[in-house]
């Protein structure tokens, strides 16, 4: 059993750069994917980042140049960087592993393990 636990939101400002981390317990070695998702208000939640056993990474578009996922095996730990933050990078983020083939582009729904979440308020 996969058990990840988010710290590291909060409120801050337009431009700001907080850092994400995710304590992962249970075995999140092998062909795991780790990955971060957001979902704002009254939105659909979405992929942000993903980092697969090999720590290749992926982004979803809007964050691309200002957002880093990466990972310290030794910790468990999986972080995500944010940098040059917007309001509408506001949101909960929830980290998230699954078994397999990593990708950005889904809701979720193909990822098996989630954290319960961390909020971002970025006011301007």
């Known amino acids: 059993q996969v058990q990840l636990v988010e710290s590291g939101g909060g409120s801050v400002q337009a431009g700001g750069s907080p850092r994400l981390s995710c304590q992962a317990s249970g075995y999140t070695r092998g062909s795991f994917c780790m990955a971060w998702f957001r979902q704002a208000p009254g939105k659909e939640r979405e992929g942000v980042a993903t980092?697969?056993?090999?720590?290749?990474?992926t982004y979803t578009d809007s964050v691309k140049g200002r957002f880093t996922i990466s990972k310290d095996n030794a910790k468990n730990t999986l972080y995500l960087q944010m940098n040059s933050l917007k309001p509408e990078d506001s949101g909960m983020y929830s980290c998230?592993?699954?078994?397999?083939?990593?990708?950005?582009?889904?809701?979720?729904?193909?990822?098996?393990?989630w954290g319960q979440g961390t909020q971002v308020t970025v006011s301007s």
């Open positions: 980092i697969d056993s090999v720590s290749s990474t």
């Open positions: 998230a592993a699954r078994i397999g083939f990593c990708t950005v582009r889904t809701a979720g729904s193909i990822y098996n393990y």
